[in-house]
Nanobody
Framework: QVQLQESGPGLVKPSQTLSVTCTVS??????????WSWFRQRPGKGLEWMGA???????YYGPALKSRTSISRDTTKNQFTLQLSSVTPEDTAVYYC???????????????????WGQGTQVTVSS
């Protein structure tokens, strides 16, 4: 059974960089062929796919946040990390990590390829 657990700062100041890490247990992030993904849900909004890193380390980003988003991984710790730069209060959200079997429909808003989710972590952007 694969488990994902997010960890984040809780509170970030405007203009800073938000960093949230997902720790995976019960399976390796280098196992082919999965897409280790980040989503967020802002207050009153739907679930938004932000990007993913593959089992081989390639990255894919959603167009809306691509210029501010970076996803990296630490295979020794079986973790992958989301960084979102130049945050504003509009980036206040619950951030989720997940494992996807493929991305073709995830990028269009589907969650059916997701087989495991983290519980989510609240990040608030405020001074």
């Amino acid at each position: 059974q694969v488990q994902l657990q997010e960890s984040g700062p809780g509170l970030v100041k405007p203009s800073q960089t938000l960093s949230v890490t997902c720790t995976v247990s019960g399976g390796s992030i280098t196992t082919s062929y999965y897409y280790w993904s980040w989503f967020r849900q802002r207050p009153g909004k739907g679930l938004e796919w932000m990007g993913a890193i593959t089992s081989s380390g390639s990255t894919y980003y959603g167009p809306a946040l691509k210029s501010r988003t970076s996803i990296s991984r630490d295979t020794t710790k079986n973790q992958f990390t989301l960084q979102l730069s130049s945050v504003t209060p509009e980036d206040t959200a619950v951030y989720y990590c997940a494992r996807a079997r493929y991305l073709s429909t995830v990028v269009a808003g589907s969650t059916s390829p997701i087989d495991y989710w983290g519980q989510g972590t609240q990040v608030t952007v405020s001074s």
